[in-house]
């Protein structure tokens, strides 16, 4: 297993804005079934969803991870966007 890095992966899906939780809660159980499949080259770390659109945050060790997840979960991938730092209000006391 190569070193995760962090990435945000934005998936346009329509209509996922207004699935219920039961409809959510099958979208997460496809994610964690292709992660399964993969290996431990990736975690998924929690999505935002938001309109028609998912934001996700993800520990992958590459895109090519990333993109194998989309196509065993049937989760279209719009970008991936590598993630090298993290900032917070707590940064400010450094």
Known sequence: MGQLRRFLVERDVSGIGGMS???????????NQAIEKIGGNIQWQHS?????RTYCIYL????DTI???AELSGFPV???????QIIDP???NN
Do not use: K, N, Q
């Not at 939780?21 to 994610?31: D, H, K, T, Y």
């Not at 719009?78 to 090298?84: L, N």
């Open 60 to 63: 992958a060790d590459g895109e």
């Open 67 to 69: 993109r194998a997840h």
């Open 48 to 52: 935002y969803v938001a309109g028609d």
């Open 21 to 31: 939780i039961v409809e959510l809660c099958g979208v997460a159980r496809a994610s």
């Open 90 to 92: 707590t940064t400010a």
């Open 78 to 84: 719009t970008r991936i966007t590598e993630v090298p």
